[in-house]
């Protein structure tokens, strides 16, 4: 039992002793190409047959791709209080769980700040309108409406109040 016993052990501390070695071995391989750079400058890497030399079209572009154009920056919201009149409109459109919701429209026919300056880059646009607890927007569908709210974005319109 014991000739077993010293031969397992002998046998494991061989096997780690032989893998040290190649690991040595294989660090002191890739050190002096590192340590002594030649005189001459490194010869660029050729590119592959069927490669394109110019990267394609939408590359870094999805979401989520940290390389992409604007990498690491937020878009930056916009909120103004605002008055806008138009027409309201309703629609039935499926949200991001595929549930088919009721979603609501105004063609702007006038829009001023709360400041009183008007807002002319949004006249003839929709803009979706976003409601809050209490205020009911079906009562206004097809009819011309005043909404004082917050616009967001040039896009989104939360209700405050409606006329």
Excluded at 57 to 75: C, P, W
Excluded at 112 to 125: E, I, R, T
Excluded at 140 to 149: E, L, R, S
Aim: aromatic share 4%.
């Amino acid at each position: 039992m014991t000739k077993q016993r010293f031969f397992l052990y002998a046998l494991a501390l061989v096997s780690i002793l032989a893998w040290n070695v190649s690991a040595l071995a294989a660090d002191a391989a890739a050190t002096p190409a590192q340590a002594a750079p030649s005189a001459q400058p490194a010869a660029p890497t050729p590119i592959p047959v069927g490669t394109p030399a110019v990267p394609a079209k939408h590359e870094g572009k999805q979401k989520g791709n940290a390389e992409g154009k604007n990498a690491g920056q937020a878009k930056a919201k916009t909120e103004v209080k605002c008055e806008v009149s138009g027409k309201l409109a309703e629609k039935t459109a499926k949200n991001k769980k595929g549930k088919e919701v009721k979603v609501f429209d105004l063609t702007v026919a006038s829009a001023k700040a709360a400041d009183g300056k008007a807002l002319d880059a949004l006249n003839g646009k929709s803009v979706r309108v976003v409601r809050k607890e209490g205020v009911k927007l079906t009562d206004y569908v097809g009819k011309d409406v005043t909404i004082t709210g917050t616009l967001v974005n040039n896009r989104r319109l939360i209700v405050d109040a409606i006329k």
